[in-house]
């Protein structure tokens, strides 16, 4: 049977899926949860948000699937899969779903030991990244720490993107977004050298760090971010530490943060070479070779 979008008749197979669940978008999972919880759930039945199910049934079983993009993202994300397998058509059918919201990528997060890694490389996954999530949760700060962060403002805007360009290598610009968040934390200097992206969940708190090399005493100003981090009451706080930022890592061992372990950034583009059509020439005129194909969003499941 081809992979169909999950209907409301489906909803009662949900609780034998919700034990198998494999998150594949740490973010989502570490402030939300597990996707299968009722609760969770019920925003993936919102039709005016770009959350999409599917559901795939083979000799071997059923496999449900689920991808999100965020408004201000130009890919998706593969956010989960239960059980922990990836059949390749449950994988085209999400692609092409994502391709319909114009996404040029689907970007997911695994253990390289999972047996899931292997098929999600056979289904066009390639690794760009490799990332670590920092539990920050037990760690008490000393009293009287100065305030040296502030709350991201729209004049931030421009230097968040400017320091972004000078961390971030190239590869992963185009699936590595810091969108404008009335959450971000400025590290309060002369000049913008450290800057946290936050997202809140009724979970916990996620954090990613835009950190310059040059930023000084790194140690002072984590255990200072944990006190100025707005609306945390007792959440649990979690810090994505991705391979082109691993210097910071010692100084979070360093402070008591618990690490978990590696995980592949995979990539799968989105987008394929179409053909020209070009008209055929009278007797006579020149031929030109057509120098290049024009790139195309998938649109269908076809």
């Known amino acids: 049977m081809h992979p169909r979008p999950l209907e409301l008749f489906d909803l009662p197979k949900l609780p034998r899926y919700r ?21 969770s759930f019920l925003s993936y039945l919102n039709p005016k948000r770009r959350i999409y199910t599917a559901i795939s049934e083979d000799e071997e079983g059923t496999v449900l699937g689920g991808i999100i993009q965020r408004a201000e993202e130009t890919f998706a994300r593969l956010a989960y899969l239960a059980p922990a397998r990836a059949p390749l058509a449950l994988i085209d059918h999400l692609a092409a779903h994502a391709g319909t919201w114009q996404a040029r990528q689907i970007v997911t997060e695994i253990s390289e030991t999972s047996p899931l890694f292997q098929s999600l490389r056979q289904c066009g996954f390639s690794v760009y990244s490799r990332q670590r999530i920092w539990d920050l949760s037990e760690i008490s700060p000393p009293a009287n720490l100065p ?156």
């Open 147 to 302: 305030a040296l962060w502030r709350e991201e403002k729209e004049i931030d805007l421009i230097p968040i993107q400017h320091l972004q360009r000078e961390i971030v290598p190239p590869l992963l610009q185009q699936v590595e977004f810091f969108a404008p968040s009335s959450t971000g934390m400025i590290c309060q200097a002369d000049e913008l050298l450290a800057y946290v992206d936050s997202t809140h969940g009724s979970q916990g708190i996620f954090l990613r760090p835009l950190i310059h090399p040059n930023t000084d005493d790194m140690r002072k100003k984590l255990l200072s971010l944990l006190v100025s981090l707005p609306n945390r009451h007792s959440l649990p706080v979690y810090l994505c530490v991705r391979s082109y930022q691993t210097w910071i890592e010692p100084i979070l061992e360093e402070i008591g943060a618990k690490a978990s372990e590696s995980q592949a950034v995979m990539v799968k583009h989105l987008v394929s070479k179409v053909r020209e059509e070009k008209t055929v020439p009278v007797r006579g005129e020149k031929v030109w070779a057509n120098p290049a194909a024009t790139i195309q969003h998938f649109e269908s499941d076809e």
């Open 19 to 39: 034990d198998k669940v494999l998150a594949l978008d740490s973010r989502r999972a570490l402030t939300r949860g597990n996707p299968l919880r009722a609760e």
